[in-house]
DNA sequence: GTTGCTGCAAAAAGTTTGCAGGACG
DNA sequence: CGTCCTGCAAACTTTTTGCAGCAAC
């Protein structure tokens, strides 16, 4: 991790990103970093996001009518799933193969994002019993 | 149709919206709609905006890191490509059957959406010239 | 002791809303 | 001729920036 300053401010917010198993919308950083660092303010939050995101310490998670969120930079391609009843987002582990064969020909693609939205396994059972 | 008054700006945004390969955002609906209907303001764009996507009849396309655009319901389900060289994003045709088949167990998977991200067809072209 | 970092507040950028007047049916 | 819609301006929301003081090294 290279950071100029290595200060409790950002300490606090790092320490929160790297132990969210999901990603984290910028007010939600700010509460529980405050709890480590209590004078924290929003704009040190955004100031450090786009600082970490620069260095790809940290990747941006953006879903269609949701606020942006960050999460830490986990190995490997993968994508995310939408839970519409908890609001919790997941992180997949696989992708298809060939998911960029389906640009136009003579496209050259370099890249791809992908979201599933649905019910997680949790929502899902307990849906079961509230039926 | 079902809006409840046909006025001029509402047939200026949706002609704009109809006629346009490409969704739009709403600042380029604004500029493309007033050519028809000068004292257009952004908020009867917004509003229109928001009230054709309550009725399905407009849908919003979303793209990480870019605003919001919207574009003419069109048949069937497809995907986007955005082209980060001249910006444009391009409808695709086809969809991959099994994209569902990624979430773990147990997960109801709704629906998804696709990002494909590169350069299109016609900046290839124009990069390989400039090389 | 420098210099970069922080908090605060103000500024930007994007979207929504209140309201008085005007256009649609 | 009633009511919905519009334009304008103000309010909101989210993110960025300027600046004086503080903390890290």
Redesign the pocket.
Known sequence: VT????????QAILAVINASPQPL???QILALASRQ?P??????V?????LLLSQNLITMVEIPGQ??RYERQSPGHHHHFLCENCGNVFELGTCLPNINSIAPPRFKVARHDLILYGECDNCVRTDQLTD
């Open positions: 950071l100029e300053r290595n200060t409790q401010q950002r919308t910028p007010p660092s004078r924290l303010g929003i704009a040190t955004y100031r450090l996001i786009r606020p942006p």
